[in-house]
Each structure stands twice: as structure tokens, then as C-alpha cells.
Nanobody, 124 residues
Framework: QVQLSESGGGLVQAGGSLRLSCAAS????????VGWFRQAPGKEREFVAA????????YYANSLEGRFTISRNNAEHTVYLQMNSLKPEDTALYYC?????????????????WGQGTQVTVSS
């Protein structure tokens, strides 16, 4: 069993940065693929980024244009999402998710555990 807890969201102006954290419990977390997803009001959940158990490989949504970076610190059981050059369209509830499936990437159905989310609001 893995429990996930996101933090680091908040209100930021366009062009600013935030770093989200996903802290996990559970001894086996370090063997899980971890992904970040987001959901804006009235929209479907969408994939943001994913990272393999060893810190790589990493995968990103094409729409991010290189502005976000996913990383993990297995010693601290934490995965991070560094978000730079934020835009109003990045406003959403951001979730982290963990998967036992080594092939997990952008499909949310491949993930077994989800956090409660952290709100990111980008003002123009």
C-alpha cells in the first residue's frame, strides 16, 4: 500500500515558478513509476509528466514546451515537479500517482495510487 500527499501548490503570477512535491509512504515506493496529472475545472484529467523508479526515464506532455521538470529523491520518498514560466492555462488541481507497472506513462488507468491533489492557480 502506498499513500501519496502533494504539496507546494498556490497562487502565482504568469511567468512565475512553483515546485510541487509528492511525498509517499510505503517501503516499496522506490520501485514505482510516479506520474503527475492535472485537472482544470470543466476539463478532463490530463497527463503532465512521469518518471521511472530509478529517476529515469522521464516523460512529458508535449504541450508543456519544456517548462516543467520531474525528478525524484528515493531516499526521501519524494517526487518533485518543477514548473517554470507558468501560464494561466496551467491553472488546475495537480495530482501525483504511483504505478507498479513499469510501462505506466500517460494513461491514468495504469496507476494504482493517487493523492488528493494540490491546487495551482496562475494569474494573468
Amino acid at each position: 500500500q502506498v499513500q501519496l500527499s502533494e504539496s507546494g501548490g498556490g497562487l502565482v503570477q504568469a511567468g512565475g515558478s512553483l515546485r510541487l512535491s509528492c511525498a509517499a509512504s510505503g517501503r516499496t515506493f522506490n520501485s514505482y513509476v510516479v506520474g503527475w496529472f492535472r485537472q482544470a475545472p470543466g476539463k478532463e484529467r490530463e497527463f503532465v509528466a512521469a518518471i521511472g523508479w530509478g529517476g529515469g526515464p522521464t516523460y512529458y506532455a508535449n504541450s508543456l514546451e519544456g517548462r516543467f521538470t520531474i525528478s525524484r529523491n528515493n531516499a526521501e520518498h519524494t517526487v518533485y515537479l518543477q514548473m517554470n514560466s507558468l501560464k494561466p492555462e496551467d491553472t488546475a488541481l495537480y495530482y501525483c500517482a504511483a504505478s507498479k507497472r513499469g510501462y505506466a506513462r500517460a494513461n491514468g488507468n495504469d496507476y494504482d495510487y493517487w493523492g488528493q491533489g494540490t491546487q495551482v492557480t496562475v494569474s494573468s
